[in-house]
């Protein structure tokens, strides 16, 4: 299968903006951003299901970050908007085994990218 490849991170000033991109395929029905910051548990920012589960997203981003994907590029993305020195950290595009329904547990999310780094200056 191929891999799972993120771009679009950098170096941003608090209130800005930035887009992940991550290469996917219409056979991952599951999708996820997930994020690490140093000393800090992995976190789950947002979710996007193909089967019926809603999109779902980390309290502490609701309102300011948007997954959205396109099967015809065959890519996810996370719009990041109103970006704060907390979001600082590696983001992971993840996906569930192809052609695999899922109920939304992070553990389903088997197949991790590389990670993209996001930093956010005061």
Request: net charge neutral.
């Amino acid at each position: 299968q191929e891999p799972l490849v993120e771009s679009g991170g950098g170096l941003v000033q608090a209130g800005g903006s930035l887009r992940l991109s991550c290469t996917s395929s219409p056979t991952h029905y599951c999708l996820a951003w997930f994020r690490q910051a140093p000393e800090k548990e992995r976190e789950r920012v947002a979710a996007i299901y193909t089967g019926g589960l809603p999109t779902s997203y980390a309290d502490s981003v609701k309102g300011r970050f948007t997954i959205s994907r396109n099967n015809a590029k065959n890519t996810l993305f996370l719009q990041m908007n109103s970006l704060i020195p907390d979001d600082t950290a590696i983001y992971y595009c993840a996906a569930a085994q192809p052609w695999k329904y899922c109920g939304g547990r992070d553990d389903e999310f088997t197949i991790v990218g590389r990670g993209t780094q996001v930093t956010v200056s005061p």
